[in-house]
């Protein structure tokens, strides 16, 4: 268990200084996931970082990944100085998300400084000197050669501090120091409310640090939204915004928003992504051109999401993995109905070839989804995507708008891979068209969706001669011929049958 450290500095080791790159400041990895795509690489290495929030916002779970992922992760050592709770409360609390601190102190690989509150710390508060407590903080250091630190948090610290100028001088000496070590340093500092003006209690720790992090609670529409805020970091870049993020039992999850560079266009006219059913290829002039994304608009029962299992399945046998995004249904759900026409989705997701993406639709937003998605394309290295379908994410908590900034996002991350796209529809007013209409309203323009996809296929049910037929129409695809017919199709065991050229 962890002990109070006694203050007998060894003398640190010369590679503990700041290190800086040509052109800019070397970049450290936090290994919380997410986060290290805001700072554009990590934390500026040999620097300090502010962690502030109101309760429950995440700040201690925060400064905790940060230490146990760089030790686990990247070989970087680290020391938690706690002012709050107990060492043995934290690492009890901790196990929570899997992570062992008991056998990362035994193995001289973590230690902690508890300056939890005792008298000790109160007679140094009351003097203002807080020299024996860095004295503490060297010597722990120095023990497990550490690179890494954690300061949780300053504001039980300074609650008895009245005078700001003291407040400030007594922060930048504690920074000062750790930067002089070229520890790479997360402090966390407590905000009274979410709303209020001041970032922090004390108001001043802010400008003493080289980067400050607001992480909130926000009220969604049916739960509490997490949101990250970057205030500032001094000398490198990151991205700008809010960006959302959870607590799991795997720790933190960051969702920034994705870069897309919409100069680099790998969309490929020569290069056609195929969905292997008969007829249905020719008629798009060999399939969808490489980077390409296609909505498929139709009603309930016209076969939207049996199209996309055969993009999927097609894909696979040219060598194409694939990511599905399952919304409309329970992944084990998608499953099932794909053996029925004899895909076999779980073997192609054991050997690695499709990854499932199942958002929950609660309160959604945009980033979060977006991240999922390209995290899944990243890890199997997909060239196709399904999403089953985008209704869905209107009919939850994103509105019109949202759904239309969500495309244009996913559009632009899918051209510049080249990775073709089929998305999901559904459209109530395509169904029942009177004799010499077969084409009704076309609702997708209701959400000016036309502009922002590269084709659109239309799926109809048509009541003629006492029966139900279906029929399908390619209404557009951007830059590229297509057959202007309008053709009978059937859905039977073996998946989609395209039918001759419909006649009335």
């Known amino acids: 268990m962890a002990s109070k450290l006694k203050s007998s500095a060894p003398k640190l080791k010369s590679h503990d200084k700041i290190s800086l790159v040509s052109g800019g400041v070397e970049k450290t990895p936090t290994g919380i996931r997410g986060f290290d795509a805001v700072l554009e690489g990590g934390l500026p ?33 680290g020391v938690y100085v706690t002012f709050e709770e107990h060492p043995a409360d934290i690492i009890k609390n901790v196990r929570n998300f899997g992570w062992d601190l008991d056998s990362l102190i035994k193995e001289d690989k973590l230690v902690f400084v508890d300056a939890s509150p005792d008298e000790t710390i109160n007679k140094e508060i009351g003097d203002y000197n807080l020299s024996g407590l860095i004295e503490r903080i060297k010597y722990a250091i120095g023990k497990v050669d550490a690179k890494r630190i954690a300061i949780d948090s300053l504001s039980m610290l300074f609650a008895k501090f009245s005078d700001k100028d003291i407040v400030r001088q007594v922060i930048f000496n504690i920074c000062d120091e750790l930067k002089t070590l ?57 991205r700008s915004g809010m960006a959302e993020f959870d607590i799991s039992n795997k720790g933190l999850e960051i969702f920034p928003k994705i870069e897309v560079d919409r100069i680099v266009s790998k969309t490929d006219f020569k290069n056609r992504e195929m969905f292997g059913v008969k007829g249905v290829d020719d008629a798009m002039g060999g399939g969808i051109p490489q980077g390409h994304m296609v909505l498929i608009s139709g009603n309930t029962g016209t076969g939207k999401t049996l199209f996309g299992m055969h993009f999927i399945v097609q894909g696979i046998r040219d060598g194409k993995n694939a990511v599905y995004v399952a919304m409309d249904e329970p992944v084990e759900q998608v499953k099932k109905t794909a053996r029925e026409f004899g895909f076999d989705f779980d073997k192609y997701e054991r050997e690695g070839k499709l990854i499932f993406v199942c958002p929950s639709l609660i309160d959604i937003s945009n980033d979060k989804l977006l991240f999922q998605i390209v995290n899944a394309v990243n890890e199997v290295g997909a060239n196709r995507v399904v999403i089953d379908s985008i209704s869905s994410l209107q009919s939850a908590t994103m509105d019109e708008e949202a759904v239309r900034q969500f495309l244009i996002q996913a559009s632009g991350f ?91």
């Open 45 to 77: 290495k040999g620097r300090t970082l502010l962690i502030t929030g109101s309760t429950g916002t995440g700040k201690t779970v925060f400064a905790n990944e940060f230490l146990y992922r760089g030790i686990k992760d990247y070989n970087e050592n």
């Open 182 to 238: 070229g520890i790479t340093s997360v402090i966390t500092s407590e905000k009274t409310s979410d709303t209020e003006i001041s970032l922090l209690r004390t108001g001043v720790e802010e400008y003493v640090v080289d980067g400050v992090v607001e992480l909130a609670l926000i009220p969604g529409q049916q739960q509490f939204l997490r949101k990250m805020f970057i205030k500032k970091i001094r000398g490198v870049g990151y």
């Open 414 to 504: 899918f051209k510049n891979k080249g990775i073709a796209c089929v998305m999901n529809y559904l459209s109530g007013a395509n169904f029942g068209a009177a004799k010499g209409q077969l084409l009704a309203e076309l609702e997708t323009n209701l959400m000016r969706l036309s502009p922002i996809v590269d084709g659109i296929i239309l799926l109809i049910f048509v009541e003629r001669g006492q029966r139900v037929k279906r029929i399908l129409n390619i209404l557009k695809m951007r830059g590229s011929w297509h057959s202007n017919n309008i053709f009978q199709y059937e859905v039977n065991n073996n998946g989609i049958l395209l039918g001759e050229r419909y006649e009335e």
